[in-house]
């Protein structure tokens, strides 16, 4: 896939950096399902932002 992006490092680093927040997310919804909690101090607010949006994305079929 990474082959199709001609060269373009912008577009390469875009896509890993969204790619592992979307794996951080899956690592995190896992803890959470274990019925662990975490405060806002465990997290930076930021991550915790952006799991929301996935979150909010997966639960109304968004794709985009």
């Not at 373009?8 to 959470?32: A, G, M, P, R």
């Not at 909690?37 to 929301?52: A, Q, R, V, W």
């Amino acid at each position: 896939m990474i082959d199709l992006l001609d060269g373009d490092l912008e577009k390469v680093d875009n896509i890993l950096n969204v790619s592992t927040d979307v794996i951080d997310y899956f690592q995190f919804k896992s803890v959470i399902d274990l019925g662990i909690t975490l405060g806002p101090s465990d997290m930076p607010f930021e991550k915790l932002m952006i799991f929301s949006w996935i979150r909010e994305g997966l639960e109304s079929g968004r794709k985009t």
